[in-house]
Nanobody, 124 residues
């Protein structure tokens, strides 16, 4: 069982940066693939970035590639999403997720545990 709690969301101007954090509980955290997803009003939840258990394999969605970076610290049970050059279209609720697959997956069905989400709002 893994419990996830996101933090770090907020209101930022376009071009600004935010760093989201996800605190995980559970002794088996390091075994899970971790992902960040986001959901804007009226839209489906979409994949943003994912890391395998060691952090050595990263997959970032094309929409945010070059602007967002994901990292994890297994010793601290933490996952991070550094978001730079933010755009108004990045406005959404951002969710941290943990999945039992071996490689990073981009669909929500491959993730078993979810946080409650943190709101990110980018003003123009």
């Amino acid at each position: 069982q893994v419990q996830l709690v996101e933090s770090g969301g907020g209101l930022v101007q376009a071009g600004g940066s935010l760093r989201l954090s996800c605190a995980a509980s559970g002794r088996t955290f390091s075994r899970y693939v971790m992902g960040w997803f986001r959901q804007a009003p009226g839209k489906e939840r979409e994949f943003v970035a994912g890391l395998n258990w060691s952090g050595g394999s990263t997959y970032v969605a094309d929409l945010v590639k070059g602007r967002f970076t994901m990292s994890r610290d297994n010793a601290k049970n933490m996952v991070y999403l550094q978001m730079n050059s933010l755009k108004p279209e990045d406005t959404a609720v951002y969710y941290c997720a943990a999945g039992g697959s071996i490689v990073v997956r981009t669909t929500t069905a491959n993730y078993d545990y979810w946080g409650q989400g943190t709101q990110v709002t980018v003003s123009s």
